[in-house]
């Protein structure tokens, strides 16, 4: 069982790693990037429980943060994942996941996610953030993230449960 889960979490939080990095960074759309990793990372809580998407969230992070175009400090999007991954497993009862709590879950997560990446910035002494930017890419990233949940978050939810149903929570 924990194979599996180990399994399923390496594979899709490495898909999102190397989507985002390598197609999605590429596209020229105004604003932000879409914010892969955070939707996906939203999905494996949402199907797997806040354990595991702390741990989705801490390898992702790592991820993205040894990447080559790396522009925050090593370590600033493990943590700001970490957090999201387990405050959405805890936060969300699984009677109450509806589309809309869904798609609520990962706009505010994707807009979070910019915002106290750029607050933990600013606190560690980076000088890339722009503070008057900081706004807009929040809610581009957030509607971003709103577009590429429906399709990742059933996905992963269809993997979880066909894969390992005893640990999706229904």
Same mark, same amino acid.
């Given at each position: 069982?924990?194979?599996?889960?180990?399994?399923?979490? /390496?594979?899709?939080?490495?898909?999102?790693?190397?989507?985002?990095? =390598? *197609?999605?960074?590429?596209?020229?759309?105004?604003?932000?990037?879409?914010?892969?990793?955070?939707?996906?990372?939203?999905?494996?809580? *949402? @199907?797997?429980?806040?354990?595991?998407?702390?741990?989705?969230?801490?390898?992702?992070?790592?991820?993205?943060?040894?990447?080559?175009?790396?522009?925050?400090?090593?370590?600033?999007?493990?943590? %700001?994942?970490v957090?999201?991954?387990?405050? =959405?497993?805890?936060?969300?009862?699984?009677?109450?996941?509806? %589309?809309?709590?869904?798609?609520?879950? %990962?706009? *505010?997560?994707? /807009?979070?996610?910019?915002?106290?990446?750029?607050? *933990?910035d =600013?606190?560690?002494?980076?000088?890339?953030?722009?503070?008057?930017?900081?706004?807009?890419? @929040?809610?581009?990233?957030?509607?971003?993230?709103?577009?590429?949940?429906?399709?990742?978050?059933?996905?992963?939810?269809?993997?979880?449960?066909?894969?390992?149903?005893?640990?999706?929570?229904?």
């Amino acid at each position: 069982m924990i194979w599996r889960q180990a399994l399923i979490i /390496g594979t899709f939080t490495l898909l999102a790693v190397l989507v985002e990095l =390598t *197609l999605l960074t590429r596209l020229g759309i105004p604003g932000a990037t879409p914010d892969l990793v955070v939707v996906t990372v939203v999905a494996i809580a *949402l @199907a797997m429980g806040p354990v595991q998407g702390a741990v989705a969230g801490f390898v992702s992070g790592l991820l993205l943060d040894l990447a080559p175009p790396g522009d925050t400090l090593v370590g600033v999007n493990a943590i %700001v994942y970490v957090a999201i991954g387990f405050i =959405t497993g805890v936060v969300v009862d699984p009677r109450d996941r509806t %589309v809309p709590i869904m798609m609520g879950i %990962v706009g *505010l997560s994707t /807009g979070a996610a910019v915002l106290v990446i750029s607050g *933990l910035d =600013t606190m560690l002494g980076s000088d890339r953030v722009d503070w008057e930017q900081v706004p807009a890419l @929040a809610l581009t990233s957030a509607l971003y993230g709103l577009i590429l949940a429906p399709g990742v978050i059933l996905v992963v939810s269809w993997v979880v449960r066909k894969s390992t149903p005893e640990v999706f929570v229904a």
